[in-house]
């Protein structure tokens, strides 16, 4: 069974949470990749930042609902959700730009796992993760080329 170190890119091109986002939508286009992990100045990840993210800074600002309750208006959006997409929307740096809440995998996390954990979260790029290092990153690439037959694989 294929597992995560089968698979992973082990050269992998990162960015950090100062990058201008100008610099890492080059980054990532030229690279032609969908994400990138963060990394900061003691090679701890910090996050993700994957062309969604990026899209999302142009995103229309959605106006919050709100019902009106004995002349109270009560909004249906949460503060928090809505500060997170005034910060995206804004962001200059990859910091304020990045997924945060991330999802890793071990180095043995099988591939039927990996791919569960893709579709279900909707997951573009998982790092992983070994003893508290990044060791590599799986993108969708990486889990599709495991369908073609091993002579394909290598070219």
């Keep these: 069974m294929l597992k995560a170190k089968d698979i992973m890119t082990t050269r992998m091109i990162t960015l950090t949470p100062d990058t201008h986002i100008t610099d890492a939508a080059r980054i990532l286009l030229e690279n032609r990749i969908n994400g990138a992990p963060v990394i900061d100045g003691e090679g701890k990840l910090r996050g993700i930042l994957?062309?969604?993210?990026?899209?999302?800074?142009?995103?229309?600002?959605?106006?919050?609902?709100?019902?009106?309750?004995?002349?109270?208006?009560?909004?249906?959006?949460?503060?928090?959700?809505?500060?997170?997409?005034?910060?995206?929307?804004?962001a200059t740096t990859v910091s304020e730009a990045m997924t945060e809440d991330i999802a890793?995998?071990?180095?043995?996390?099988?591939?039927?796992?990996?791919?569960t954990l893709m579709v279900e979260r909707k997951f573009h790029t998982l790092p992983v993760i070994d003893r508290g290092r990044l060791?590599?990153?799986?993108?969708?690439?990486?889990?599709?080329?495991?369908?073609?037959?091993?002579?394909?694989?290598?070219?």
């Design 135 to 155: 060791v590599g990153v799986i993108g969708k690439e990486d889990i599709l080329r495991t369908l073609l037959p091993t002579s394909e694989k290598n070219e």
């Design 50 to 90: 994957c062309q969604s993210d990026l899209i999302a800074q142009q995103k229309r600002l959605p106006v919050p609902s709100v019902f009106t309750l004995l002349d109270s208006l009560i909004p249906l959006t949460s503060q928090k959700s809505m500060e997170r997409d005034i910060k995206k929307i804004a």
């Design 104 to 115: 890793s995998v071990h180095p043995d996390t099988s591939l039927e796992e990996i791919a």
